[in-house]
């Protein structure tokens, strides 16, 4: 079943199409890649599905229902999360609050304003530290941990409000390899002991390829390939794209 | 435990201040006032990250709205304004009292209506743009209000007062000065519980990064304007309170005096430490015994040493007292790397 489908969007700034009728189709449960030569909109499809910006055409579907109209924070209430290139996270706020603020609130009343946070939330938040390996720093100010670590509490405060997906943009951009492999890892295992579908916007091509099961290939902001890491690997276009035309 | 035997020590030391100093009553009552503006400007200013001018306007809609329904309650309001301070209608002790309260429960309620419908409109600016919006706000209601002939236009209007045979002036001081502290009080055990809720770390949420909060599926517009409502609340009532206490309201120095305590209130959460529930009033305290310092030691020259004392706020203490401490200290904020669980290292390999 499709979980996610994109249809016909488009979306341009002023002179500039960003997006140019792009459909694609991402099945429940899978990892999918999303690459593409920097400027090919693979961002701006981003924003468009979680509800950043209006599109100008076409529609999108989360589980048959349409959220292109909706508000940022209802698609997120959906179950449809993303993560950002530059690390989002809550400075000054310790770890554990970073966690307990990104729980999904049970209430959503008038007087939910100021209900009372549920201690089970602080053992939820603890073990999901522990997955991504934070555990030690969760008294910590967030912002005074490195960018990797940023990034890797950035994972677990998707985890932390159970989404069914998850898009994330270059989960990998900016950290050390070492550090990558433990992130492939998390990763991976999102995938399959949580049964979160992902969506990966990615440049580093040895991490996609070991990843998605499926890959979108964007250029000039149109959909120019798609289909399993070998396809991609030996598509004409996608080397055109990347190289240049010879 | 420690920290609450401290605050019992601190209310019973403010219960019995009239007493000790009789001399500064009034400056003690406005210091509570202030306590309360410095608290509540740090809901949005401090743990929202909203700088707003536009408090103030809170503040002069319930001195107005207080001094109104006081009056107009029992005598025609444009006749007791057209008086000026004639005593044409005197209050007796049932109507002053009765009057003070329904006032009192007006200047609370109605801005916390304004609070939603201009914050509806507004606090979806962000940065700069919010602040200045805010900074319009003010200045457009002092120059509302002074359009208003009913509550004495440009010339202002006196409030009731205090009704003749009971007690002296002594009486009247003590008696506003406790329901200033009881009302500060009140608004500190308010905000610290509220801190305690959702409510607290969502606006922190919202200072730090309120795309990710929107991202995160938190519906941040609807935390703002509550934070604003809770603001007006008390600062609505902080307004009534200080229209009483000083009698005559005029509209730009009394009722929205943004170039004065508009400006403090900024000023008092930022010198105890924005973001923190004890920075403000810590900061107030402090504001407010320079200020009056500078005024009696300084004169002529105390708006002079009151920008030295800015200068050296911002200079050196850019995050406050409360902030400075933290720096120092982050173990006692609870800032501490876990060492007990090796096992749970990053061991990413």
Partial sequence: MNILEVKDVSKSFGGVKANQSISLNVEEGKIVGLIGPNGSGKTTLFNSICGTHPINSGSIKFYQKEVSTLPIPLVARLGLLRTFQQTHIYGKLNCIQNMIISAKSESTGLFSVFSKIPTTLNDKAEALLEFVGLYQKRLLRAGDLSFGQQKLLELAMALMNEPKMLLLDEPTAGINPTLINGIIDRLIRVNKDYGITLLIIEHNMRVIMSLAEEIFCLAHGELIAKGTPEQIKNNKNVIDAYLGTQ | ?349
């Fill in chain 2, 1 to 349: 435990m420690r920290s609450k035997k401290i605050f019992f020590l601190l209310v019973i030391l403010g219960l019995i201040a009239p007493f000790l100093f009789p001399a500064f009553k009034l400056q003690m009552s406005i210091m509570w006032i202030l306590v309360v503006l410095a608290l509540t400007w740090d809901v949005q200013g401090g743990q929202m990250g909203y700088n707003t001018f536009g408090n103030i306007v809170f503040f002069g809609l319930g001195m107005y709205l207080c001094a109104a329904t006081q009056i107009g309650l029992f005598f025609p309001l444009g006749e007791w304004t057209a008086a000026g301070g004639e005593k044409t209608f005197v209050h007796n002790s049932e109507q002053y009292f009765q009057g003070l309260f329904l006032g009192l429960i007006v200047a609370a309620i109605v801005p916390v209506f304004v609070a939603v419908f201009i914050g509806y409109g507004i606090l979806g600016l962000r940065g700069h743009y919010f602040a200045i919006c805010t900074l319009g706000l003010g200045i457009a209601a002092g120059e509302f209000a002074g359009g208003i002939e009913i509550i004495g236009a440009g010339q202002g209007m006196t409030s009731p007062p205090w009704p003749k045979g009971i007690g002296n002036t002594e009486l009247r001081g003590e008696f506003f000065y406790y329901i200033c502290f009881v009302l500060m009080i009140c608004s500190f055990l308010f905000l610290r519980w509220a801190y305690s809720t959702r409510f607290g770390l969502v606006l922190n949420a919202i200072r730090d990064n309120e795309d990710k909060a929107e991202a995160m599926g938190i519906n941040t517009m609807k935390f703002k304007i509550s934070g604003w409502m809770v603001s007006a609340f008390f600062v609505g009532i902080a307004g009534g309170l200080m229209g009483n206490m000083i009698g005559y309201i005029e509209p730009v120095e009394t009722a929205f005096p943004g170039r004065t305590f508009g400006v403090f209130m900024v000023l008092m959460a930022i010198l105890g430490g924005k973001g923190t529930l004890i920075g403000p009033i810590i900061g107030a305290i402090a504001f407010h015994l320079f200020k009056e310092g500078f005024w009696t030691f300084f004169l002529g020259w105390q708006y002079v040493a009151l920008g030295a004392l800015i200068v050296i706020v911002v200079v050196f203490f850019p995050e406050g007292i409360m902030g400075y401490l933290r720096e120092k200290f982050p173990e006692r904020f609870g800032e501490v790397v876990d060492e007990k669980n090796r096992k749970s290292q990053v061991e990413l390999s």
